[in-house]
């Protein structure tokens, strides 16, 4: 599957993270069925937060970038 060019609704985020967390994160992919990206897996877990933190993210779109 091409990449192509990024959805117009979307923006760039970047996030320096020490090695330790990459790494678990990198475990956590493994653990899944579906192997997520580690962006994809970061969605996932910020979802989560938010839902757990009782903020509606139901007007996010998440789907697939």
Excluded: C, H, N, Y
Aim: hydrophobic letters at 35%; aromatic letters at 4%; zero cysteines.
């Amino acid at each position: 599957k091409s990449r192509g060019r990024p959805k117009t609704d979307t923006a760039p985020v970047m996030v320096r993270m020490p090695t330790a967390l990459i790494e678990t994160l990198d475990e956590a992919r493994r653990a899944e069925e579906d192997l997520p990206t580690r962006p994809e897996l970061i969605r996932r877990i910020l979802e989560d937060g938010l839902q757990a933190g009782g903020i509606d993210s139901s007007r996010v779109v998440w789907g697939e970038f």
